[in-house]
């Protein structure tokens, strides 16, 4: 509790701090999907001091210190086991950090660990649908268990099928009926549901073939246009990180490379960077112009 | 025929060694129900009692079923009543595949699922009665299917101990030499566990998750 309010000294009870975060996502609930309730401080979104992470006594992740900005889409890119998928894991708190501390809205993360989960919507590669439930019930699980009523339980299980670009009729589906593009809609679906101001996503379209995942690559630009949720992506693919970050952060063997914009990413000179930029050969700057084609700036 | 000329004339005595019979799988498999699925569960959640569990309940199905009723005897409350001591024995061998199949079919929930479902912010009790019983509750019932039939065929022998049931024919017929009485004994016991097996079979069937 005192880490609490040393953290945020503007609230010096923890529990005034709690009640206005439920206000502001009763706010955002009850509020359109492209108002986000405004930030309650001033301090980033989410935020590594010193972050460490030990499985085995093998060091994982080494001494991590990160900023991710409120709306911002911060691709944590990476080759397999660079500590990206870990780094992503620690602000759920599926992992304990092994020293540091990360903070979210200004505030520890290990106060309320299931409240904030639910503030924070989780996309896995493998999306993790119920497969004992349909896709209403697994898009409305979240905001059942938080109590909501089953009338706006259906209105928002209609309005995300929406959003995520699905037919109303596949909400009384089961997810082993569904392609593997309309599982992993509805897994987006799902995280946003109770509509959180965090998301994080661990290669959600890495399973899927490459025409499927260039459209949601397209759709997910485009929605987080609208939404501006903080976005914690991770990814191996250097295209879609170019194509879908604000910005990208390079991870290897448990450590953080380099931050920088993805326009930044390309030029940059560090050894590490340049030999993941060269693996992925040349034609980059079509990702880019996909970019700012799907942001419709070109 | 002369088997079902036999069963018909003493109908009443078959009627209520069957109802006998019946009460003593029912109460254990209950009692080995309340033990072993939370038992089950907790194995499946915690790694290190996973062996020594399943080790007791595979060296209580390696018992002799004669000899654990044997042993079970000079226990004061238990030993007064012989249905007591019965329904005590067919708890402890129902055990395994009860705890065994609830442990397998827990840990055949996909890591996936049950990762997303903590992630989204379910508790540990909500993950377990909303994703881990509902997903394994075919493979639970399927142990519950085993362990019945299993049952019905070891509480004949529970007729050795006087605690009544099917079993009462099949040693009467044995002092008898006569086959007549050992199936009117056995006949119905083999009817019994058909019927409990195709009776769980059907509704694992329908609780099996799409």
């Keep these: ?298 | 025929m002369n088997v079902a000329r036999y069963i018909l004339q003493n109908h009443t005595q078959v009627l209520d060694l069957t109802w006998e019979h019946l009460w003593l799988v029912g109460f254990s498999t209950i009692f080995a129900m309340l033990i072993g699925i939370p038992l089950g569960i907790l194995i499946a959640h915690r790694a290190r009692f996973s062996k020594p569990v399943l080790a007791g309940a595979n060296i209580i199905q390696t018992i002799p079923s004669l000899a654990l009723f044997g042993f079970l005897l000079p226990v004061p409350w238990l030993g007064d009543r012989a249905d007591r001591l019965a329904i005590l024995a067919l708890t402890l061998y129902a055990l395994l595949p009860i705890i065994r199949n609830t442990y397998t079919g827990i840990k055949g929930v996909d890591p996936a699922v049950l990762e997303a479902g903590r992630g989204m912010g379910l508790t540990e009790s909500q993950l377990l009665f909303q994703v881990e019983l509902p997903l394994s509750v075919s493979v639970i019932l399927s142990g519950v299917r085993v362990a019945v039939v299993i049952s019905v065929g070891l509480a004949t022998i529970a007729a050795a101990i006087g605690a009544g049931g099917l079993g009462e024919f099949i040693f009467r017929g044995l002092a008898m030499v006569d086959n007549r009485v050992i199936l009117a004994g056995a006949i119905p016991a083999a009817v019994l566990a058909l019927a409990a097996d195709l009776a769980i079979g059907w509704l694992e069937n329908r609780l099996r998750p799409s």
């Design chain 1, 1 to 298: 509790m005192a880490r609490l309010s040393l953290a945020e000294p503007r609230f010096a009870n923890p529990s005034v701090l709690l009640d206005t975060q439920r206000n502001f996502e009763r706010l955002a609930i009850s509020g359109i999907l492209g108002a986000m309730p405004a930030a309650a401080n001033n301090a980033p979104a989410i935020e590594f001091r010193n972050v460490s992470y030990d499985a085995g006594g093998r060091e994982i992740l080494a001494s991590l210190n990160l900023e991710i900005a409120r709306g911002e889409t911060l691709i944590l890119l990476g080759r397999s086991g660079s500590g990206k998928t870990t780094t992503l894991k620690l602000v759920n708190r599926l992992l304990e950090p092994s020293s540091g501390e990360i903070l979210v809205n200004g505030v520890s993360n290990d106060v309320d660990i299931i409240h904030l989960r639910r503030g924070m919507g989780y996309v896995i590669q493998d999306v993790g649908l119920f497969p004992h439930l349909n896709v209403e019930r697994n898009i409305g699980l979240v905001p059942k268990i938080e109590g909501w009523s089953a009338e706006r339980i259906r209105a928002r299980v209609q309005e995300m099928l929406q959003l995520v670009g699905l037919a109303p009729d596949i909400a009384s589906r089961y997810p082993h009926q569904l392609s593997g593009g309309q599982r992993q809609r509805v897994g987006v679906a799902r995280a946003l549901a109770a509509n959180p101001a965090i998301l994080l996503m661990d290669e959600p379209f890495g399973a899927l073939d490459p025409l499927t995942r260039d459209e949601l690559q397209r759709e997910f630009s485009a929605l987080q246009r609208r939404l501006r949720k903080t976005v914690v992506f991770v990814t191996h693919d250097l295209r879609e990180a170019l194509r879908l970050g604000t910005r990208i952060a390079l991870m290897e063997s448990g450590k953080l490379i380099s931050v920088a914009s993805p326009a930044d990413f390309l030029r940059s000179a560090d050894p590490l960077v340049s030999a993941y930029v060269r693996a992925f050969g040349d034609g980059l700057e079509s990702a880019l112009d996909r970019s700012n084609y799907d942001r419709g700036t070109s």
